[in-house]
T-cell receptor
Framework: DIQMTQSPSSLSASVGDRVTITCRAS??????LGWYQQKPGKAPQRLIY???NLQSGVPSRFSGSGYGTEFSLTISSLQPEDFATYYC?????????FGQGTKVEIK | QVQMVESGGGAVQPGRSLRLSCVAS????????IHWVRQAPGRGLEWVAV????????FYADSVKGRFTISRDNSKNTVFLEMSSLRPEDTAVYYC?????????????????WGHGTLATVSS
C-alpha cells in the first residue's frame, strides 16, 4: 500500500495567517491526490481534487500544488471557519489511502 | 442536491453482526460506484469497501475482507454494508461516499460526496 505522510501533525495559527500543509507519498501517484477538511463531529468535506483543482463552492483562499510524491495544501489567509483537521488522499493505486491528518488550531 | 444518509449503527458484542444502510438522492444512483469509509474514535480515515455502479464488482480493505459484504439495490438507491464477526477494532463512524467518476468502466476512488456517518460500537 502507498503510505501518505502529512506534516505537520498539528499547527497553531492566527486568523489571517498563511498556512501550508504537506503530504508526501511513498511512491509516485502523479496528480491523483485530494484534500479534505473535517470539523469535529462532521463528515469530511472535499476541497481539492487532481492535486490542484478547487472543488465547486470552496473558497479561493484554498489552493493545492504538487505532482508525483510531494504535495501541499495552502490557505492564503486563515479564517475562523478554517480551524479543522485536514486529510490528503491518494487514489492512484489500490487501495486508496489517507494521510494521518493535520489539525489546524487557533493560536 | 446530493444527499447520502447512513443508518443502522449501534452497539454490538464482539463476534456479532451489524447491517449498515446508505440511502442516496440527488443524482443518478445507478451510474456511480459507492464506497464505505470508516473513522475510529479520535483516529484517521480508512477506506473499507466499494461497489461498482451495478454491484457486479466489489472490493474490500484487507482489514475487513471475508467479514464484511457490500451490496446495493439500485431500485431503492441504497447501499448496504453487512458486517459480521465484528471485533472491537471495527468500532468506528462509518461513512458512505459517492465516487467522483460516472464512467461505468472506471472507479476513481476519490470520494466526492459523503454522508454524515453512523457509529458502530463493538464491545463486550
Amino acid at each position: 500500500d502507498i503510505q501518505m505522510t502529512q506534516s505537520p501533525s498539528s499547527l497553531s495559527a492566527s486568523v489571517g495567517d498563511r498556512v501550508t500543509i504537506t503530504c508526501r507519498a511513498s511512491q509516485g501517484i502523479r496528480n491523483n491526490l485530494g484534500w479534505y477538511q473535517q470539523k469535529p463531529g462532521k463528515a469530511p468535506q472535499r476541497l481539492i481534487y487532481g492535486a490542484t483543482n478547487l472543488q465547486s463552492g470552496v473558497p479561493s483562499r484554498f489552493s493545492g500544488s504538487g505532482y508525483g510524491t510531494e504535495f501541499s495544501l495552502t490557505i492564503s489567509s486563515l479564517q475562523p471557519e478554517d480551524f479543522a483537521t485536514y486529510y490528503c488522499l491518494q487514489h492512484y493505486n489500490y487501495p486508496p489511502t489517507f494521510g494521518q491528518g493535520t489539525k489546524v488550531e487557533i493560536k | 442536491q446530493v444527499q447520502m444518509v447512513e443508518s443502522g449503527g449501534g452497539a454490538v458484542q464482539p463476534g456479532r453482526s451489524l447491517r449498515l444502510s446508505c440511502v442516496a438522492s440527488g443524482f443518478t444512483f445507478s451510474s456511480y460506484a459507492i464506497h464505505w469509509v470508516r473513522q475510529a474514535p479520535g483516529r484517521g480515515l480508512e477506506w473499507v469497501a466499494v461497489t461498482s455502479y451495478d454491484g457486479s464488482n466489489k472490493f474490500y480493505a484487507d482489514s475487513v475482507k471475508g467479514r464484511f459484504t457490500i451490496s446495493r439495490d439500485n431500485s431503492k438507491n441504497t447501499v448496504f454494508l453487512e458486517m459480521s464477526s465484528l471485533r472491537p477494532e471495527d468500532t468506528a463512524v462509518y461513512y458512505c461516499a459517492r465516487d467522483r467518476s460516472n464512467s461505468y468502466h472506471f472507479i476513481s476512488y476519490y470520494f466526492e460526496y459523503w454522508g454524515h456517518g453512523t457509529l458502530a460500537t463493538v464491545s463486550s
